[in-house]
């Protein structure tokens, strides 16, 4: 590791150990705001200011890629929980606007596998996400999603029995 290479603020952190990451934690942030390349970047951005401020301190704990990306994950859920306190608010003095869904999915998200990972409660849905997608292992995703690897392993093994059955269904259904 280079002393040059180090960020001055969180010194066990390279910017090309960033870098190297950067489409993984990307992917990861679409995924957070459902596919919105906009508002991903913007978690991007905020998740480096967070690093380069030292706000966030990476202290080894874990890998720098499963810390960037608990780091993603919490700057999301404080956006969902801004966005759900505004819209509390608009509700509340009857200013509500139509809200168009828009339907942001990657090319191979129509497969019937995929359509079946979309329909999964959330937390298995994550962790699917994290493992096949994103390449973590069940620790590493479990960390993200700040529950224990056991809780991590759950979902996991819940997510692949639910999606068996789904597939099974769905490939019954079309013989």
């Given at each position: 590791?280079?002393?040059s290479d180090v ?45 380069l401020s030292g ?121």
């Amino acid at each position: 590791m280079r002393d040059s290479d180090v960020l001055e603020n969180n010194p066990h952190i390279t910017s090309s150990a960033l870098e190297a990451i950067h489409s993984r934690v990307f992917g990861w942030a679409l995924s957070r705001c459902n596919f919105d390349h906009a508002v991903a970047e913007d978690l991007m951005q905020q998740a480096y200011v967070e690093l380069l401020s030292g706000n966030a301190r990476f202290d080894n704990k874990s890998s720098l890629q499963t810390f960037v990306f608990g780091v993603v994950q919490n700057l999301a859920r404080s956006r969902l929980r801004r966005l759900a306190s505004r819209l509390r608010l608009v509700r509340h003095n009857n200013y509500m606007r139509a809200v168009t869904a828009t339907d942001a999915a990657e090319a191979d998200a129509s497969s019937d596998v995929w359509v079946a990972v979309r329909q999964l409660p959330a937390r298995q849905r994550d962790i699917v996400e994290l493992i096949f997608c994103r390449e973590l292992t069940i620790e590493e995703a479990s960390g993200v999603m700040g529950v224990s690897t056991g809780t991590g392993r759950r979902h996991y093994d819940r997510a692949k029995k639910a999606l068996k059955s789904r597939l099974q269904e769905r490939w019954e259904l079309e013989q």
